[in-house]
């Protein structure tokens, strides 16, 4: 598009002021996303392993964690667990060995600067007195049988989860479920307690689940504070229970599986039995018998 | 009175050769894309036979178009209760081998066959699955073959015919068969539109063209079972429904639709009809037998005034109404009639009418001379080969009067055109001929032109499209005045 010389001049000191607004805007909303991005990422994607100065999860505490690898080291390591343990990295042995054979994942979308912003905050939030991620120091008195009641009704749905998240039996099962079972799109929570590694770790993935199914669900709707503990006691008492997998139910489900597409089938042809059938083949079929 | 207008089109079968180049032509142009090998937006179908897809015009089998019901009309295949228990599954949707699976030849094969004692050749591959097949029909299966067993005697128009006259059609001496090329007949009542449940099709208002919005469009495929002519198709590629389209962009810009354009008998007229859409109810609710009368008055005269005047106050441009006086479809339909819509009993209304063809005389060789079994230069209806009511089934909805007097008057022209060029006729006789066949001398030289004489104006008298009026609907079209034009995109660094 043509325009006259004169509006180009106004045009051209107005793009000046725009960039020059633009760019003192996004310096302060950069200043402000720089200290925001890392920790919501930390809380998504970290804590549910990790905590600063609050003990160890699956994964160790963090607190002065650049004591005790170098900078570069821990970039690397962030960006490519398995391709570090896999070099045959002594000091990645030997956090494998801590975490009883558990290895890091590479945590989505993250980069190199990424890296560089998380390691950052780690630092910084060492220095705190109390570190905003010292983890969930949920009450560590003794669960009581009305805990694993009410951890069970959370389980199976008979009570909501308070913020609307779908309740655990849509897609897992433990063993001592009977008649069908639960889901089984996710794992068999039976042993969970034992996997996560007691209350502190279970509780960690229960507060933040960082698993690439359960992520995007939970962050909408985490699991509340005060349904961790119950949901907890549950399934430790099924992992102390640890009853054999319930093989008639898994039969009987596929059975009933195979019986219902049977009938739908059965169903469906009857409701659509005058559909349309084909001319050609049949016309063609008969003028030859004929 | 609610006055709009329509494209409408005729096709004159007598003069219509079978050579499929209008097929072509559309083919090139709009369905050699993946996913619509198997459609013929237009197809031309040996009669009798059973036509693309086979048997189409078997209702009771494809449920197209519609019905009487409770003093009212209803699809078919399906309403608005019926498509919701069936959206996902649309039970009468004709399968591939009722159109036909698509084929090429692998024609590498031709070159790069090993040495052998036989030719090589090209063997057919699917172009659906890519894979060698045995070819079991086409488009045009038993194309020119009359009096087949298996094709031409199945034809759903044959019903209704004695046993007789059924055995006399596949005499050896008696096969005939003429051509009936079709595409979409965008109706004034389509089936299509109506069974939609996305609301995709629609009837175009300045033209009245059926269209498929290919936005809107879900694939649920009610349309394919509802078009009881079987002209929208589904694409497998995109999902989605296609059909005909008149060849709008074409008509838009002054052309004439590809199959008009390349038709090599010159078998095609394209004109505006203005008619009375408040109408379509009443009309589609009639009776068998009054079908076709209640369809040709729904046609409204385009030169008396008041029908001008309510064209104009309905939006209708003065250059439609005007392209409609000049109409030649107009003067088929309505002024001569002698061009008839196919299977009005379907009740949607087409607006593509057909001249019916003129079947041959009966000859016999009589020594080394053929000589003519009828009394008379030209035939007797009745003793002609093609039964009546077999064309009455296919362009009149079973009625024989209809058809006879579409003929006669045809009939009645060539007697006199005989007795002006070539004089073994006496001109009263041709004359007592004309008013016989309720034919004036005016109209039966307006016949002999428009059917042997025509131009290429005098057969497409196409509407201007006045797009540049529509588009003042939506923006001013001064918006970019003196923001456009010869100008720099970007500034020399010297001079200016």
Known sequence: MQRSRKSQTHAGSARIAAAVSFAFVSLVICSTLRAQVPADYFKQNCASCHTIGGGRLTGPDLKNLSERQERDWLVNWMLDPEGTLKSGDPYAVKLQKEARGAVMTRSPGITRSLAVALLDLIDQESQLEKSQFAGTQLSDRPLLQEDIDEGTALFLGQTKLKNGGPSCIGCHTVNSLTGLGGGRLGLNLTRAYARLEGRKGLSAWLLAPPSLTMNPIFTKHPIDEEEVLPLVAFLKNETERDEPANVTAMINFMLYGIGGAVVLLVVFDLLWNRRFRGVRQPMVNESYHN | ?496
């Open chain 2, 1 to 496: 009175m609610d006055v709009r207008s329509q494209i409408s089109m005729v096709f004159h079968l007598d003069k219509c050769i079978g050579c499929h180049t209008c097929s072509i032509a559309c083919k090139n142009i709009w369905t050699d894309r993946k996913g619509t090998e198997y459609m013929w937006w237009n197809n031309v179908e040996t009669k009798p036979g059973t036509g693309y897809p086979t048997k189409w015009e078997d209702q009771d089998k494809y449920k197209g178009g519609w019905e009487k019901s409770n003093g009212s009309i209803k699809l078919k295949s399906t309403g608005k209760g019926r498509i919701i228990p069936n959206i996902f599954h649309h039970p009468h949707q004709p399968s591939m081998d009722d159109y036909y699976e698509p084929w090429t030849y692998k024609y590498d094969e031709l070159f790069t066959a090993p040495e052998g004692t036989d030719q090589p050749t090209a063997r057919p591959i699917s172009m659906v699955t890519g894979k060698h097949m045995d070819i079991e029909a086409g488009p045009n299966w038993d194309d020119d073959l009359s009096g087949s067993p298996v094709y031409a005697a199945n034809d759903p128009n044959l019903k209704g015919l004695t046993a007789e006259q059924k055995m006399q059609l596949s005499a050896i001496e008696r096969l005939v068969f003429f051509y009936f090329p079709r595409i979409c007949n965008h109706c004034l009542n389509p089936g299509c539109v109506a069974s939609c449940p996305s609301g995709a099709l629609h009837k175009r208002g300045e033209d009245g063209l059926v269209l498929v919005d290919q936005e809107r469009c879900r694939g649920w495929r009610s349309c394919i079972a509802a078009c009881p002519y079987k002209k929208t198709y589904y694409n497998w590629q995109t999902g989605k429904s296609e059909k005909c389209i008149l060849c709008f962009p074409r008509i838009e810009s002054g052309q004439a639709p590809a199959c008009f354009h390349s038709c090599v008998g010159r078998i095609r007229y394209l004109g505006v009809l203005l008619y009375d859409a408040d109408l379509i109810d009443e009309v589609a609710n009639k009776p068998d037998d009054e079908l076709i009368d209640a369809h040709r008055a729904m046609i409204l005269n385009p030169h008396d005034p008041e029908v001008v005047r309510a064209a104009q106050s309905n939006g209708v441009h003065d250059e439609v109404i005007k392209s409609a006086q000049k109409s030649p479809v107009y003067k088929f339909v309505k002024e001569w009639g002698i061009a008839l819509p196919p299977h009005i009993e379907y009740r949607t209304l087409p607006m593509l009418f057909y001249v019916p063809p003129m079947l041959p005389v009966m000859t016999a060789m009589d020594g080394n001379a053929k000589k003519n079994m009828t009394e008379g230069l030209f035939p007797d209806f009745d003793k002609a080969r093609a039964p009546m009511e077999f064309l009455a089934n296919l362009f009149s909805g079973g009625n024989t009067g209809k058809m006879r007097y579409a003929l006669k008057k045809q009939m009645a022209v060539r007697q006199y055109r005989r007795a002006v060029t070539v004089g073994d006729i006496s001109q009263e006789a041709a004359n007592k001929m004309l008013v016989e066949a309720d034919c004036s001398v005016e109209q039966a030289e307006g016949i002999y032109n428009l059917t042997s004489l025509c131009t290429f104006d005098d057969r497409f008298v196409i509407p201007p499209a006045n797009r540049e009026e529509a588009i003042q609907m939506m923006r001013d079209p001064l918006e970019f005045k003196q923001s456009v034009g010869f100008g720099l995109r970007e500034e020399p660094e010297r001079g200016a």
